[in-house]
């Protein structure tokens, strides 16, 4: 690469990242950048959160990030904030997670793989009673704005939200890109970091094309993907990832959790500091407990949606939101006349390559090869 090029991903890097839905790119944001951030999160005042600070947006938008994204994907707004991710050191504990199942039963230093955009709500500690339907009132109840029912008004302890549309046929958020940088060494297993299921981006949207072929309904409580199970510990976990996509990653070796139930062994994401990750939307993941490290893992995420999608709109909170077709606390948005944000997200989910303009010639490539073997 010549001082005048901008920098950009390889062919090999290109052909891997369509193969595996992430690639991990080597020192690809500046020791002066990293060195910022980490001060500046040392600096914060008691409950500020540093999110929105420059030193913390620099790290993709005064980064190598910004234009191996652009050439890769397209246009995006600039992230105004970012989802500051620390991970403490912690132990195994007793504590029922979201999943249903206690955090030290739980396999791969409590992988709780899911699709982003999903609502989130603060586990039962209690095993919960009632037949489904009950649990499930009460359990979506407990949000902030309290007991909505079955609504698209419901917003989780994520601010999530339980449909992103009135109709209720779509209930995951969607974006495009996923980038998170590393202020701290990750390079050994079990320090905190993220963790993949390399491919499974592919399953995903299979999975949507299914979904969209059956009914039109999009995520949780469409077609083969149910909100919660109640065969689960404290009989309500949340279902992040449908069976269809995370039974592709199930054999005799897989662990499991006492009850006998196997879970999809991921790939933990190892980087060193000034290290980041690219990913697509799709591809299922998860934080890990940080079991073996000897400080707090920080991981800077952020969250990039290509202008095509919706050109004239700027989502609220660009840059952490998983959910940029609704305001960041579950407001509705305004959109002119004929544009369905709905149905445009539903298209990108079940074409996932249409928002990676400098991917296009490597898709085609691959989806030849994959015909004629």
């Given at each position: 690469m010549t001082?005048?090029?901008?920098?950009?991903?390889?062919?090999?890097?290109?052909?891997?990242?369509?193969?595996?839905?992430?690639?991990?790119?080597?020192?690809?944001?500046?020791?002066?950048?990293i060195e910022a951030a980490r001060e500046r999160m040392k600096s914060a005042k008691k409950g500020e959160y540093v999110g929105p600070r420059k030193a913390m947006t620099d790290l993709l938008n005064a980064s190598s990030l910004t234009p191996i994204l652009r050439e890769a994907m397209g246009d995006f707004d600039a992230p105004v904030n970012c989802q500051v991710a620390t991970n403490p050191v912690r132990q195994p504990g007793d504590n029922f997670t979201p999943l249903g199942y206690r955090d030290k039963d739980?396999?791969?230093?409590?992988?709780?793989?899911?699709?982003?955009?999903n609502i989130t709500m603060a586990p039962s500690q209690e095993v919960e009673k009632g037949t489904p339907e009950e649990i499930y009132?009460?359990?979506?109840?407990?949000?902030?704005?309290?007991?909505?029912?079955?609504?698209?008004?419901?917003?989780?302890?994520?601010?999530?939200v339980l449909f992103q549309d009135p109709q209720m046929s779509?209930?995951?958020?969607?974006?495009?890109?996923?980038?998170?940088?590393?202020?701290?060494?990750?390079?050994a297993e079990g320090c905190g970091q993220t963790a993949v299921l390399p491919g499974a981006h592919h399953h995903?949207?299979?999975?949507?094309?299914?979904?969209?072929?059956?009914?039109?309904?999009?995520?949780?409580?469409?077609?083969?993907?149910?909100?919660?199970?109640?065969d689960v510990p404290n009989r309500c976990g949340m279902v992040y990832l449908p069976e269809a996509v995370s039974n592709a990653y199930l054999d005799e070796n897989s662990a499991t959790t006492p009850d006998g139930r196997r879970w999809p062994r991921p790939t933990q994401v190892l980087m060193e500091a000034g290290d980041a990750c690219i990913t697509m939307y799709h591809i299922p993941h998860s934080a890990t407990r940080n079991e073996n490290g000897t400080e707090a893992r920080q991981?800077?995420?952020?969250?990039?949606?290509?202008?095509?999608?919706?050109?004239?709109?700027?989502?609220?909170?660009?840059?952490?939101?998983?959910?940029?077709?609704?305001?960041?606390?579950?407001?509705?948005?305004?959109?002119?006349?004929?544009?369905?944000?709905?149905?445009?997200?539903k298209q990108s989910m079940i074409n996932m390559w249409d928002e990676w303009r400098g991917m296009q010639e490597i898709v085609a490539e691959e989806r030849a090869k994959a015909a004629a073997a």
């Open positions: 001082a005048s090029e901008s920098p950009a991903l390889t062919l090999d890097q290109k052909q891997r990242f369509y193969r595996d839905g992430f690639i991990v790119l080597k020192g690809a944001v500046a020791p002066p950048l739980i396999p791969y230093y409590a992988a709780g793989i899911h699709m982003d955009g009132a009460r359990h979506f109840a407990t949000g902030p704005k309290g007991d909505l029912g079955r609504s698209p008004e419901v917003i989780g302890h994520n601010f999530g779509l209930s995951l958020g969607s974006f495009t890109a996923f980038a998170f940088v590393a202020l701290n060494d990750q390079s995903t949207e299979r999975f949507f094309r299914w979904q969209y072929e059956t009914n039109g309904c999009l995520g949780p409580e469409g077609p083969g993907w149910p909100r919660l199970r109640h991981n800077i995420i952020f969250r990039i949606r290509n202008k095509k999608r919706q050109p004239a709109v700027v989502p609220d909170n660009c840059g952490v939101t998983d959910h940029p077709d609704r305001a960041f606390d579950g407001g509705w948005l305004k959109f002119e006349p004929g544009n369905d944000p709905w149905e445009r997200s």
